[in-house]
């Protein structure tokens, strides 16, 4: 299938995406809202910017194929249970050179909302 994201909820698949990166979760939260909370969420890479979105979709349980120790510090924080296949420290760009655009642009956020608010206003950049 492909999939690097799903969120399940009662046996329910509520959705999926082939997509890559934060935007995934974006369009979960704009596709489904309020549906998400209380889901589970398998995603391909959970970094501090999927964490914090996690935390505004009030998901209860997140798997990351890869996790960073920064998204496990928020999840636990909020008593989101986690589990991962490999805990890495930082989540890097697709080049490998710098820490994740969506990740760095929240370095100083730690509210959900705002979180959500300043990656949306990224999306389209």
Do not use: Q, W
């Not at 369009?27 to 995603?43: H, N, Q, T």
């Not at 989540?91 to 979180?115: G, M, Q, T, V, Y």
């Amino acid at each position: 299938m492909g999939l690097t994201l799903v969120a399940a909820k009662d046996g329910r698949i509520l959705f999926r995406s082939r997509s890559h990166g934060v935007s995934d979760l974006l369009m979960m939260i704009e596709d489904i809202g309020k549906g998400a909370e209380g889901s589970s969420v398998a995603d391909s890479v959970v970094g501090r910017a999927a964490a914090l979105l996690c935390v505004y979709s009030k998901i209860i349980a997140v798997f990351g194929a890869r996790m960073s120790e920064g998204a496990v510090s928020i999840l636990k924080a909020n008593a989101i249970h986690y589990e991962f296949g490999t805990l890495v420290p930082r989540i890097l760009n697709r080049e490998k050179s710098d820490i994740c655009p969506f990740d760095k642009a929240l370095i100083e956020i730690e509210d959900p909302a705002k979180a959500l608010e300043k990656l949306k206003s990224l999306k389209f950049m």
